[in-house]
């Protein structure tokens, strides 16, 4: 029988390469440990990492008699070789650490040193088992408040010049809030709780207090933050986000902090918008406009081909498909220069899910109250040619069902453009 050392390479995982703790078994056969996989379906992926096929949440499936295998495997790899004289360090152990780090943040009297929330984050992210720990131990629920507290410091003075006087602190906060990676199941108690509100308004204070400009880590936390807080809270929550955190967020993507902080800007922004006026405050801040100029900047789609890449893209198509769902959104995009040429080229160019929504906002802004200079520029930028495409392809039913009732509606408008092809509008009308 082999010896159970030489099994070690059989319990890593193929995502982080470390060894397993909560193995779960995907429908093509592949085990991964469940936090490994949780994040790389979360940041948008919806294939399995080794085979290519596609992969949801709901088809991972926990594998005990492995889980049982790695529990009994464990104890032994900390045993050393039989005539072996290497010490087994035990001094070091990624759990010991964590535990202590732990006990540091929670039980200090006061204010935690920045120095220590620094080290937590560093800990943290060096293994899998140390995070399970802090949160386990109650370290998120620590540092929010400790965030919330801050950022009320600053509102209690009445302070508007956008600054916070701890803001080491605060940023040393997000930067462990962020390395905890905490689940949507790990953070829907703490969101359910009734100081809530205080945590959204501290995270708005943050935003705004934050210097603007590219590269900043801690905009990007306090945005991953919000959006990991907007996903799972519930309306009565959303309906009270108050306009300047909509600005602070729409400057986010304006910014380009980062790619991944764009991404949970939108993200934040789309959980938002169906939720009260929180639409009409989404375009008041902006972030029609914002999400066109996002799209410009983007490699053109033949070279776009990274997930990272792709996932902007539909989730900018999704916030303009939301935003079209009123007056003002479909004007914003209207008045763009490039609204209506960015959606069109776009469509059938990136993803099913891309172009239901690039087809809803062409659908919305090529709609009744249509002007004649929108339809005009409809023909000309290309978007009449890319909905008969949309005709030809292999599309989702409703979807060429939408493109179909936008050029019934004005085929008399663009069959005599020189723009657009008749024979086109002819034969699949």
Not at 195 to 205: G, K, N, R
Not at 207 to 220: F, I, K, M, Q, S
Not at 229 to 258: H, I, K, Q, Y
Request: glycine residues 6%; aromatic residues 2%.
């Amino acid at each position: 029988m082999e010896d159970m050392g030489g099994m070690r390479h059989h319990l890593l995982c193929p995502i982080s390469l470390q060894p397993m703790q909560d193995p779960v078994t995907a429908p093509t056969g592949i085990t991964y440990d469940r936090r490994a996989i949780e994040r790389w379906l979360a940041v948008g992926h919806a294939t399995c990492p080794v085979t290519g096929q596609p992969l949801a949440l709901a088809d991972l499936t926990p594998n005990h008699t492995l889980r049982r295998l790695i529990q009994s495997w464990r104890p032994r790899s900390t045993t050393p070789a039989a005539g072996s004289n290497k010490p087994v360090d035990v001094g070091h152990r990624p759990d010991d650490v964590a535990a202590d780090v732990a006990k540091k943040l929670l039980y200090a009297a006061c204010c935690p040193p920045v120095d220590v929330i620094r080290e937590a984050a560093d800990v943290v992210s060096q293994s899998d088992v140390a995070r399970r720990i802090m949160v386990d131990a109650g370290v998120l629920q620590r540092v929010l408040r400790l965030a919330v507290s801050c950022a009320k410091t600053k509102s209690c003075r009445g302070d508007q010049e956008g600054s916070l006087d701890d803001m080491p602190t605060v940023e040393a906060c997000l930067d462990l809030v962020r390395a905890l990676a905490v689940s949507g199941d790990e953070l829907r108690p703490l969101v359910a709780d009734k100081h809530v509100h205080e945590l959204v308004d501290a995270v708005t204070d943050v935003l705004v207090a934050l210097e603007p400009g590219p590269g900043n880590a801690a905009r990007a936390s306090a945005v991953h933050l919000l959006d990991a807080v907007t996903e799972v809270c519930g309306a009565p929550v959303l309906e009270r986000l108050r306009p300047e955190l909509f600005r602070a967020v729409t400057a986010v993507v304006r910014d380009r902090v980062s790619p991944g902080a764009t991404r949970s800007a939108l993200r934040a922004l789309l959980h938002a918008c169906p939720v009260g006026r929180n639409r009409t405050l989404v375009v008041d801040a902006g972030a029609a406009h914002e999400a066109i100029e996002l799209e410009l900047d983007a490699s053109p789609p033949s070279e776009g081909s990274a997930a990272g890449g792709r996932r902007a893209a539909e989730l900018a198509m999704a916030l303009l498909a939301e935003l079209c769902a009123c007056a003002d959104g479909r004007a914003a995009v209207a008045a763009h220069p490039a609204g209506v040429a960015v959606v069109a080229r776009r469509l059938l160019r990136v993803s099913a899910a891309a172009d239901a929504c690039a087809v809803r906002v062409l659908a919305a802004v090529g709609g009744r109250a249509a002007s004649p200079e929108v339809l005009r520029e409809m023909a000309r930028v290309g978007a009449v040619g890319k909905l008969c495409c949309v005709l030809q392809a292999d599309c989702d039913a409703a979807v060429k069902e939408a493109a179909r009732a936008v050029l019934r509606l004005h085929s008399g408008v663009w069959s005599g453009s020189p723009c657009v092809s008749a024979y086109l509008l002819s034969r699949y009308l």
